[in-house]
């Protein structure tokens, strides 16, 4: 394969952030690293960039499992936790499955009133709290306490 099939951005660069781009790429040994891996430039709208990189082997494996060509298995590899998540909300909003919502819970503060619970402002839908700490962790979130089950009780009416 081509080392410049294995080479993609989010966008077509203009002019200034492709010499932005090179010079980046330049302080690396890229013909080395290509052979086993894809590079992904994201180019962010404040004119910051992150360079990423995908083995081969999962590249490939989306590619083929979602039936896609290479930069959108990159692509959905990237986004892959967020789409996840909007399944699982979606599953757990209506009932399907045994999905429950959890919260981290970033810092506790012990008040008059006993013990105030500081949250993050998301969510993580998964079926156990052992699958919500691996989400996590999978976007590098580690900055909490604990996980707390905040998922809405079933009302029965006995």
Do not use: W
Not at 46 to 60: K, Q
Not at 108 to 113: A, D, G, Q, S
């Amino acid at each position: 394969m081509k080392f410049a099939e294995k080479f993609y951005c989010n966008r077509e660069p203009s002019d200034e952030e492709v010499i932005v781009i090179k010079n980046l790429l330049n302080k690396i040994d890229l013909k080395e690293f290509l052979e086993d891996n894809f590079v992904y430039v994201l180019m962010h709208e404040d004119g910051n960039f992150e360079v990423l990189s995908f083995e081969n082997d999962y590249v490939y494996i989306a590619s083929a499992e979602l039936q896609v060509n290479n930069k959108m298995a990159i692509e959905y590899l990237i986004e892959q936790v967020e789409i996840e998540q909007m399944v699982n909300k979606i599953l757990y909003d209506n009932r399907i499955g045994s999905f429950k919502k959890f919260r981290p819970v970033e810092k506790e503060k012990i008040t008059r009133k006993g013990i105030k619970k500081i949250y993050s402002n998301f969510n993580v839908y998964s079926p156990t709290i052992i699958e919500a700490a691996r989400t996590l962790t999978s976007i590098s979130f580690f900055d909490y306490l604990y996980l707390e089950d905040v998922s809405q009780k079933k009302k029965t009416n006995n």
